[in-house]
Nanobody, 129 residues
Framework: QVRLLESGGGLVQAGASLRLSCRISGPSADRYGVGWFRQSPGKERESVSVAAISRNGRDTSYHDFVKGRFTISKDNAKNTVYLQMNNLKPEDTAAYYC????????????????????WGQGTQVTVSS
C-alpha cells in the first residue's frame, strides 16, 4: 500500500515562494506518476491537476494558471515529488494534495484526478495580499 505525505505549506505574502514536497512510501514507489491537485476554500477539489509528472520524471504538464510560476519535479532516489511555487498569488490559496497512480508507462503524465487512486492528506497554502 503506497502512502503519500505532503509537507511545505504555509502562510506567505503575495509574490513569495514555497516548495511543497510529496514523500511516497511503500512498495515500488518509483512506479508511480504523480499529480498535484488543489482545493480552494469553499470549493470542491479540482478535477484537473495543478501540475503532473511522469513516472520517470521527464514529462510534465501544468494548468494554464500556474504555467511559468510553478515547477514540478521528481527525485526517484528520494521517492519525493516537489512542487516549486513562485510568485504566489492570493488565488493560489488552497489545500494542495499530491496523488499517485501506478503505471507501467515510464513516460507521459495525467492531469485527470480520476486517473489517480492514491491520495495524500493535503497541505495548506495561504497567500495574503
Amino acid at each position: 500500500q503506497v502512502r503519500l505525505l505532503e509537507s511545505g505549506g504555509g502562510l506567505v505574502q503575495a509574490g513569495a515562494s514555497l516548495r511543497l514536497s510529496c514523500r511516497i512510501s511503500g512498495p515500488s514507489a518509483d512506479r508511480y506518476g504523480v499529480g498535484w491537485f488543489r482545493q480552494s476554500p469553499g470549493k470542491e477539489r479540482e478535477s484537473v491537476s495543478v501540475a503532473a509528472i511522469s513516472r520517470n520524471g521527464r514529462d510534465t504538464s501544468y494548468h494554464d494558471f500556474v504555467k511559468g510560476r510553478f515547477t514540478i519535479s521528481k527525485d526517484n532516489a528520494k521517492n519525493t515529488v516537489y512542487l516549486q511555487m513562485n510568485n504566489l498569488k492570493p488565488e493560489d490559496t488552497a489545500a494542495y494534495y499530491c496523488a499517485a497512480r501506478a503505471t507501467i508507462l515510464t513516460v507521459g503524465s495525467s492531469s485527470r484526478a480520476v486517473d489517480y487512486d492514491n491520495w495524500g492528506q493535503g497541505t495548506q497554502v495561504t497567500v495574503s495580499s
